[in-house]
């Protein structure tokens, strides 16, 4: 009883170092892998071989397939990602996670040789853990503190592996050991009961450790461990079927593709396996090796893709017939939190989507400045739907950039995630006051009234510059330039400069009657919106120049070059003040 009690207490410990290495490894992957393999899924799902090998390759980064799936569920239910593009990226994550296996078989390996004593994890694994601790403890940058995690949760998870396997060394000599053992003689039996423990465990990884555990203690043959293998694949479904709740119908297609995939791969291999076992191939009754263990899995799932390569819009159309649904209309703000976990794409979807607002906030203005010109009621709705679209992407990127902050975020990447939360607030900010100029217009149009032409050309003067700060504005932020938004703050100052002089101006035409005093007002609002514009231009500006900084303190930034009495600064203001003169 004391045995089976240190025993199980052995595996239980093992399980939880390898599943705690398994994590702190895969975490320190998918930070030094950054967000570029993700952003580029967009470019490659469409092709299947692309598809593929950015799957395995993802996978191989951050060494779960059971987490890239729910990452692309959360993509799916997002509206990033097409359901019908995903089929590539499964097959290849499947592939993908097959490298684990391998890297455990290296345990596996005989000894007596120096060399090969080396290759063995368990040799090298302790240095790495030290020098691990090492980067973790004196390393400044991002990349060396991720790659000590790296280190450390590769240790860590070999430990666990030894432990289990160290559990498992006296297994055979345990009474009920046989009575286990004529239980997984059954494949479908040993099947179930894999596909039980992996849905449990949530780690199909763990599951095939255990099995190459057994594997070195001699205990299982290969007829044992291609079930125990294939259920392993099918249980690590159960995460990402999980994950779809609450999803739309096309998040809960990729589940049901997912689990498909493995299913009908094991349904094919256990055909194969008995038919073998029909024609009496004695491999099947050896025993298998831990690299053996290794070989059934990459085996399963490279046939599988090979196999339903072929077939996939027939898979894309069964998944469809158990998820029906219409069309859906994904809203484009939407951002899920299955892809917290990848923090790198977390933030550059939220980038993408800042971008997007940027553009609809700068298409707003356009057209309601256009309106002042050729008025359409048209274009007035069309503005007004823009500004709400405008509030939601704020609301719904606020919301989401908070939640992101609350997450372990490198010192960049904490910064990038700053300027978003105070950019979106002056994005919002332009979407207002482009409809208050398209609610200007509307008032004209309404009371049949129209500015002289005096007062037309001097507006045409400010609205050029406005016209101007915005696409600057836009640009820079989009495009991460700090060097083109150093250019907006001077010529912000040139508007508030016109802002002045064309409100005395008009005074002026008040006081000798050339002007009523209800176009008095619509003038003078029209200059606030313009004035007020450029202010949050001024404000976005700022922030992607002080990206890189610890801070994004505007006004110190402003007071600090607003006071040089010569420099760039001084050399745009003087260059705007020409090029946007009223010629008085």
Not at 30 to 48: D, H, P
Request: charged content about 15%.
């Amino acid at each position: 009883m004391t045995q089976i009690l240190t025993m199980t207490a052995m595996l239980l410990g093992g399980l939880a170092f390898f599943l705690y290495g398994m994590s702190a490894m895969s975490g320190g992957l998918e930070k030094m892998a950054g967000g570029g393999l993700e952003r580029a899924m967009n470019k490659v799902t469409a092709n299947n071989f692309f598809g593929f090998f950015l799957g395995a390759a993802i996978t191989v980064a951050i060494q779960s397939s059971s987490a890239f799936t729910v990452m692309l569920v959360g993509l799916v239910n997002s509206g990033i990602l097409e359901f019908g593009n995903t089929f590539g990226m499964i097959m290849g994550s499947n592939v993908g996670t097959t490298l684990t296996a391998w890297l455990l078989s290296l345990a596996g390996i005989g000894e007596g040789n120096f060399f090969i004593t080396l290759l063995q994890p368990m040799t090298f694994a302790p240095i790495l853990a030290f020098i691990g601790i090492i980067l973790r403890m004196v390393g400044k940058t991002d990349k060396k503190q991720n790659l000590g995690m790296i280190f450390i949760g590769f240790a860590v998870l070999m430990y666990g592996m030894e432990l289990m396997s160290d559990s498992m060394s006296s297994v055979r000599t345990l009474d009920g050991f046989d009575t286990f053992l004529a239980t997984l003689k059954s494949p479908i039996i040993a099947l179930l009961i894999s596909t039980v423990f992996t849905g449990v465990i949530q780690s199909s990884a763990a599951t095939i450790g255990i099995v190459q555990a057994l594997a070195l203690s001699g205990g299982i043959t290969w007829e044992m461990a291609i079930p125990l293998v294939l259920g392993a694949n099918i249980g690590t479904c159960v995460t990402a079927l999980i994950s779809s709740v609450g999803t739309n119908k096309s998040a809960k297609k990729v589940v049901v593709m997912h689990f498909s995939v493995n299913v009908f791969g094991s349904l094919v291999c256990m055909i194969i396996m008995y038919m073998m076992k029909a024609l009496g191939i004695s491999l099947l009754s050896a025993e298998i090796a831990m690299v053996g263990v290794a070989v059934v899995h990459t085996m399963f799932n490279v046939v599988t893709t090979i196999i339903l390569l072929p077939v996939k819009k027939l898979l894309i159309k069964f998944c469809e017939f158990v998820v029906p649904a219409k069309e859906e209309q994904t809203h484009t703000v939407f951002l899920d939190e299955r892809i917290f976990h990848n923090t790198p794409l977390a933030v550059s979807e939220c980038h993408r989507l800042c971008c997007e607002m940027a553009e609809h906030a700068r298409e707003s203005l356009h057209k309601s400045i256009d309106l002042l010109n050729s008025y359409d009621a048209e274009t007035v709705e069309y503005i007004r739907e823009k500004e709400n679209l405008i509030d939601k992407f704020e609301d719904k990127l606020g919301t989401y950039l908070v939640k992101l902050s609350n997450s372990e975020l490198s010192e960049n990447t904490s910064h990038e995630v700053a300027r978003m939360l105070h950019s979106i607030g002056d994005f919002e900010r332009i979407g207002d006051h482009a409809l208050g100029i398209a609610k200007l217009a509307e008032e004209m149009h309404t009371k049949d009234i129209s500015f002289s032409e005096d007062a037309l050309k001097e507006i045409s003067v400010i609205t050029g510059a406005v016209i101007e700060i915005i696409n600057m504005t836009v640009d820079s932020f989009s495009n991460d330039d700090p060097e083109i938004a150093s250019h907006v703050e001077p010529l912000e100052q040139v508007i508030d400069k016109l802002k002045k002089q064309l409100k005395a101006m008009h005074i002026t035409r008040l006081q000798n009657n050339e002007c009523t005093i209800e176009l008095g007002f619509i003038f003078t609002d029209l200059l606030t919106n313009y004035e007020r514009v450029s202010d949050h231009c001024s404000n976005i500006a700022v922030y992607t120049m002080q990206l890189p900084t610890d801070m994004l303190d505007t006004h110190k930034y402003l007071n600090k070059i607003k006071t040089a009495a010569t420099g760039a600064f001084v050399d745009d203001y003087v260059m705007y003040e020409k090029k946007y003169s009223l010629g008085k």
